[in-house]
């Protein structure tokens, strides 16, 4: 006899079930022609070690994903935050140091033809290292640097290599790291090439070996579409959920506009995305927005625990980056697309976000459907964070 | 001869603890191990006028039929249901006390405690390799070329990881070698 007492619950309902389904004629499977069962030998041990590999594979990986007890997406975000919000925070006086670089995959026409009709098009990834000294009070310093982009493809490499060298390359302008106006070197080239081709808001600069530009920091941060200048930061709301509507109205009169775009411009319908909870998982997971630009712990913290409020964000335990730091991971399917994001352990630093192609032909953009599953679209790196008591010489 | 309804029951009764453990122990998920047993006992129920050994056999037979659904769902992560489904049986929702219970009864702490104890034993490359290679499913190449390794060294690496946490696995599931008449 077995001590019921200690015994669960539903093993006796469990019992009850498998009665009440033999007392059940129609249930009983009677007449019908079954496979029949191996006869088992009596008289033999079962030794555990017969499974072999698969029980320790799945043992030892039940262990580190630690089962059935790996937390929701809220519980798992929330204790992300409340690292944020432990985390030492610079003083005014202080700057914040960052590393990181990125990489996104973007479709760029390569011609057009006489009715202003993408002609060819070739996929490329913009590459871009960044560097950043800014204070709490957004004084500091931005630098950036952007490789010759790379190609998924031979058949993209040799297209939009052509390309390039059709720009008129005698405007290249030549950075200099002390002047302050080179965003305004990079716009003069937007702005030709879309003289050139009367293509506009999908150009990249034109590549040269190395640009590098200064800046000064703005006077304030982004949120989504949202400018919060410096002095307001304090009065934006702290509630995930007040951050989670506001953001997602940003963006839905952004997909608004987008949307206006593609139907007056048809010819560039397939560039444009209008996915209001993308743009909501962008903003919140932005590097810039939050971490690069140190913005207060508490809203930082919010942005985090706003995350689980976009339908069917999952934690998915820990991840390794490519750097080999393990964190926290949360993912996010849409469209084809696997967005995955994770945090460092102790601190909750974002190190590494990317979005992989799991479905191309769930894309958007057509120009992604002929790419492979597992395809990269965008990476972001965390190279280096640290704080500083003051401002190192300039480069 | 065929098992009649009493066969069954009294099977259940004399089966289900020890098999429930044999399940949780092995899936360190006390709800699958509940719904892998409901379906060892709706494969059972559907299998019953075709099984032909002795009543006090029938407990060897359905530890098989447990270990193949078990193989199954290593294999595939789901659990089959086309036996529960067929037989329209209805798997009861467990009570706030159950999970625990059956994690008590199976012991999965311990277990979980000493694989977590073993894993720490390890250095941190073998630790970092298996990461990888079992929890985020990535291939041996992917693993050479994120840790710029050899994929050579990288298989050595998850290999002799996984053969001392197997050493813990075997060592405490030796315990539990069942034993039949």
Redesign the interface.
């Known amino acids: 006899m077995h001590d019921t007492q200690t015994q669960p619950e539903v093993v006796a309902l469990l019992q009850r079930e498998i009665e009440r389904v033999l007392e059940s004629p129609e249930r009983s499977g009677a007449g019908r022609r079954l496979k029949t069962p191996r006869s088992p030998r009596g008289g033999w041990r079962i030794a555990a070690v017969a499974a072999g590999c698969a029980i320790v594979l799945f043992v030892v990986g039940a262990v580190i994903r630690q089962g059935d007890r790996t937390p929701g997406a809220e519980a798992a975000l929330a204790d992300v935050a409340r690292k944020i919000e432990l985390a030492p925070q610079p003083r005014p006086d202080q700057f914040v140091y960052t590393k990181s670089r990125d990489e996104q995959l973007s479709p760029t026409p390569a011609g057009i033809d006489a009715l202003g009709r993408p002609s060819e098009e070739f996929l490329s990834s913009r590459v871009g290292s960044h560097e950043s000294w800014i204070s709490t009070e957004r004084k500091g310093r931005l630098a950036w640097q952007f490789d010759l982009p790379t190609y998924p493809t031979p058949r993209d490499a040799e297209i939009g290599k052509r390309f390039w060298r059709s720009i008129d390359e005698s405007n290249a302008i030549q950075s200099d790291p002390n002047r302050h106006d080179d965003r305004l070197a990079v716009n003069r080239r937007i702005q030709q090439y879309e003289r050139k081709t009367g293509i506009t808001g999908i150009a990249m600069p034109a590549p040269v070996e190395r640009e590098t530009g200064v800046m000064m920091p703005s006077n304030g941060i982004f949120i989504g579409s949202e400018h919060i200048p410096t002095a307001k930061i304090a009065e934006y709301p702290r509630d995930p959920a007040e951050i989670y509507r506001r953001v997602r109205a940003g963006a839905e009169r952004r997909a608004k506009d987008m949307h206006k775009f593609a139907v007056e411009h048809p010819e560039q319908a397939d560039l444009v995305e209008t996915d209001p909870d993308l743009e909501v998982w962008r903003t919140l997971t932005n590097p810039t927005g939050t971490q690069e630009i140190p913005a207060p712990a508490d809203l930082r913290a919010a942005m985090v625990k706003a995350l689980a409020l976009i339908p069917d964000v999952k934690a998915v335990g820990e991840r390794t980056d490519p750097k080999g730091r393990t964190g926290p991971a949360f993912e996010w399917n849409h469209h084809g697309v696997r967005e995955t994001v994770i945090y460092d352990a102790q601190t909750s630093a974002m190190l590494n976000a990317t979005s992989i192609l799991t479905d191309p032909s769930a894309h958007p953009i057509a120009a992604f459907h002929r790419l492979s599953p597992g395809t990269k679209i965008y990476e972001y790196q965390l190279i280096e964070q640290k704080t500083l008591d003051k401002l190192p010489p300039r480069r | 001869m065929a098992m009649t ?1 009493d066969d ?2 009294n099977l ?2 004399q089966t ?2 020890d098999l ?1 453990r044999y399940l949780a122990r ?6 699958a191990a ?1 719904d892998l ?2 379906e060892t ?2 494969v059972i ?10 009543p ?3 407990r ?2 359905a ?3 447990a ?1 193949n659904l ?2 199954g769902f ?2 595939s992560g789901k659990i089959e249901r086309r036996a529960i489904e067929r ?9 706030s ?2 999970f625990e ?2 994690e ?2 199976a012991g999965t702490e311990s ?2 405690a000493a ?2 104890e073993a ?1 720490d034993g390890l250095n941190d490359a073998q630790r ?1 390799a ?3 290679r ?3 499913e990535r291939s041996y190449s992917e693993i050479a070329e ?2 710029k390794l050899e994929e050579q060294v990288v298989r050595a690496r998850v290999s002799r990881g ?1 053969k001392r ?2 050493l813990v ?2 060592n405490d ?2 315990n ?6």
């Not at chain 2, 539990?176 to 008449?181: G, K, L, M, S, T």
């Open positions: 309804n069954i029951s259940y009764e289900a603890p429930l092995r899936t360190l998920d006390p709800q509940v047993l409901a006992f709706a129920c559907r299998d019953r006028r075709r099984y032909r050994g002795r006090e056999a029938a060897v037979w530890f098989g039929i270990e078990l193989k290593y294999r037989m329209g049986m209805v798997v009861p929702p467990m009570s006390g159950d219970r059956i008590a009864m277990l979980r694989v977590a894993l970092l298996i990461q990888m079992v929890v985020e994120l840790l996984l946490l197997r696995i075997e599931f030796e539990e070698v069942i034993e039949y008449a």
